[in-house]
């Protein structure tokens, strides 16, 4: 085999590399946002339970406290509250996919929000959020939780 030959060859087995390696973190990221479904959809009862609550509160007019008083409450910054916003990309009910909790992308995170109803587990392709809502979630929940206990007091 020629010097020639030898490199082209040397090319050809670094691109078979390069494929595979790019194919095995495609599936790497499949497997991840598999994952990360099958654990959102594992919260279903508590996801439906707090999607009960907030439609009731809709439709007895009570509105959600502002971010200012959830924080005197220990949730949040002051900045956001049980509405999702694409300005902090937190959890949150939403207003564009009615009877979800997810979180906004608003374009800087792309385009694709994630959201869910614990059937239905939308998550970009890329996983985009779906951590954020397994670690926020318990925490989320524990303050909408409180805030309905608080009621009346």
Not at 109 to 123: E, Q
Request: glycine fraction near 10%; aromatic fraction near 12%.
């Amino acid at each position: 085999m020629s010097e020639l030959e030898s490199r082209i060859q040397k090319l050809h087995e670094e691109a078979a590399r390069r494929e595979w390696r790019k194919e095995a973190q495609e599936q790497q990221k499949k497997d991840k946002r598999n994952n990360q479904i099958q654990q959102i959809k594992e919260l279903k009862p508590r996801i439906q339970n707090l999607l009960t609550l907030a439609k009731e509160c809709k439709s007895l007019g009570i509105s959600f406290p502002s971010p200012t008083q959830l924080r005197s409450m220990g949730y949040g910054d002051g900045h956001y509250g049980f509405e999702s916003d694409g300005i902090y990309h937190q959890i949150g009910f939403t207003k564009e996919y009615p009877n979800f909790i997810g979180i906004k992308a608003g374009g800087y995170f792309g385009n694709v929000d994630m959201f869910t109803d614990g059937d239905t587990v939308n998550i970009p392709e890329d996983g985009t959020f779906g951590d954020r809502f397994l670690k926020d979630f318990p925490e989320f929940e524990k303050a909408f939780l409180a805030w309905i206990d608080s009621l009346g007091e």
